[in-house]
Nanobody
C-alpha cells in the first residue's frame, strides 16, 4: 500500500523560509518521480516541483524557480521542498504526489499540508 505523508507546513512571514517533507512508503522508489503541487483557496491545483528519484533530476514551475528547491533522502524515503524568500502568493495547501517516471499522470497523493505566508 502506497502512503505519502506530508509535514512541516505552517505560518511564516514574507521573505522567510519553510521546509515541507513527504515521507513515502510502499513504492519502488527508483521507478518513480515525486512531485509537489499546491492549491490556493478558489484556485486549481498547480505544479510546483518534481524530482526523479533515480536520477535526481529536478523540474520547477516558473513561479518558484530560484526560490524553491526539491531534494530527496534515500535512506529516509523522504522528499523535501525547501521554500525560501516566501511570498504571500505562495500561501496554499501543498501536496506531495508520486508517478511512474515514464508516465504523465501522478497516481498517488498525500493529504496535504498548509503553508501560510503573511505580508
Amino acid at each position: 500500500q502506497v502512503e505519502l505523508v506530508e509535514s512541516g507546513g505552517g505560518l511564516v512571514q514574507a521573505g522567510g523560509s519553510l521546509r515541507v517533507s513527504c515521507a513515502a512508503s510502499g513504492l519502488t522508489f527508483r521507478s518513480y518521480t515525486m512531485g509537489w503541487f499546491r492549491q490556493a483557496p478558489g484556485e486549481e491545483r498547480e505544479f510546483v516541483a518534481a524530482i526523479n528519484w533515480s536520477s535526481g533530476s529536478t523540474d520547477y514551475a516558473a513561479a518558484v524557480k530560484g526560490r524553491f528547491s526539491v531534494s530527496r533522502d534515500n535512506a529516509k524515503n523522504t522528499v523535501y521542498l525547501q521554500m525560501n524568500n516566501l511570498k504571500p502568493e505562495d500561501t496554499a495547501v501543498y501536496y506531495c504526489a508520486a508517478k511512474f517516471s515514464l508516465s504523465a499522470n501522478y497516481l498517488y497523493w498525500g493529504q496535504g499540508t498548509q503553508v501560510t505566508v503573511t505580508s
